[in-house]
């Protein structure tokens, strides 16, 4: 609901100039040389793959590549059309509706619906946005450049439940058991960070960068707990995703917390009508 106000309210504000004494094309413009300095190019797949090519015993090579075509789409789509609403606003080619609705939604600090369709799911503004995508890049770069990781940057991931199947995956083939009689315990390993990580884990993977909502995490007792007055969201301590083979899951003391990539909730898909925002209960 007050997304939808303050959405109404920019809809209405005067467009033709800015309080800085410079035009709305001026503004628009500078947005545009922003965005397109921060936003990185898209990869070469195909290099990548001869790196990380399909493996029987690796899944997350597949991750890793299905995770670049999907971000790469993004990326070709807005260094096209950067490219194009530059042109328009010198004159050099027509304005076109899209682009003018891009050039819009700039304007406003919001990300346009052209790159938000080819995106990952976001409620974040323009600004934010653009730095969220530069962090993912760079998260995906580093696995490039240094083989797997660690430890996971899950926000970072554009669909983490290809990730969370990946992992149940590899432990499937590496003891040849059944992917569906495969659950996950999960171990909150709230007496280090992950940046002290310094090797993988036997079975499994650490993960990071997840948020509770309405709920903290207890240091001391170990525990989920009621949030602080005012802090709406927290951070979950560093969490060892564990397989186990026909685990039966505790009855009682646990809270079936399921996981969102955004606050949202919201989000199916076409082909099997489950949520896409929707990850995993933990």
């Not at 007050?2 to 959405?7: D, P, Q």
């Not at 369709?117 to 962090?135: E, M, Q, Y």
């Not at 001391?220 to 564990?242: F, G, N, R, T, W």
């Amino acid at each position: 609901e007050t997304i939808n106000l303050l959405e109404t309210v920019l809809s209405v504000q005067p467009r033709a100039s800015t309080g800085s004494g410079k035009s709305r094309e001026q503004v628009i413009e500078e947005i545009v040389a922003f965005v397109e300095s921060r936003t990185p190019k898209p990869w070469d797949i195909d290099d990548i793959y001869q790196k990380y090519p399909t493996s029987y015993n690796e899944s997350m090579n597949t991750v890793l590549i299905q995770e670049l075509i999907r971000y790469n789409r993004l990326l070709e789509i807005m260094a096209e059309s950067i490219k194009n609403s530059k042109k328009a606003l010198k004159g050099l080619i027509v304005m076109s509706e899209e682009l003018e609705k891009m050039c819009n939604s700039l304007f406003d600090n919001q990300v346009p619906r052209l790159w938000a369709d080819k995106g990952f799911l976001s409620l974040k503004p323009l600004s934010s946005w653009t730095i969220d995508l530069v962090d993912r890049v760079n998260f995906l770069q580093k696995w490039i450049d240094n083989g797997t990781p660690n430890v996971f940057w899950i926000s970072g991931f554009f669909f983490p439940q290809a990730f969370v199947t990946g992992t149940l995956q590899n432990f499937a083939r590496k003891y040849v058991i059944a992917i569906d009689k495969i659950g996950f315990e999960f171990k909150v390993l709230d007496h280090m960070t992950y940046q002290e990580i310094k090797e993988k884990p036997e079975d499994g993977c650490y993960l990071y960068g997840i948020y509770l909502e309405g709920a903290r995490w207890d240091y001391k007792k170990h525990m989920i707990a009621q949030p602080k007055p005012k802090e709406l969201y927290s951070d979950l301590p560093l969490v060892h995703l564990v397989p186990v083979n026909n685990r039966e899951a505790p009855t009682e003391g646990v809270y079936n917390c399921p996981m969102y990539k955004v606050v949202s909730r919201r989000g199916t898909l076409s082909t099997t009508g489950h949520s896409t925002n929707f990850v995993l209960f933990m």
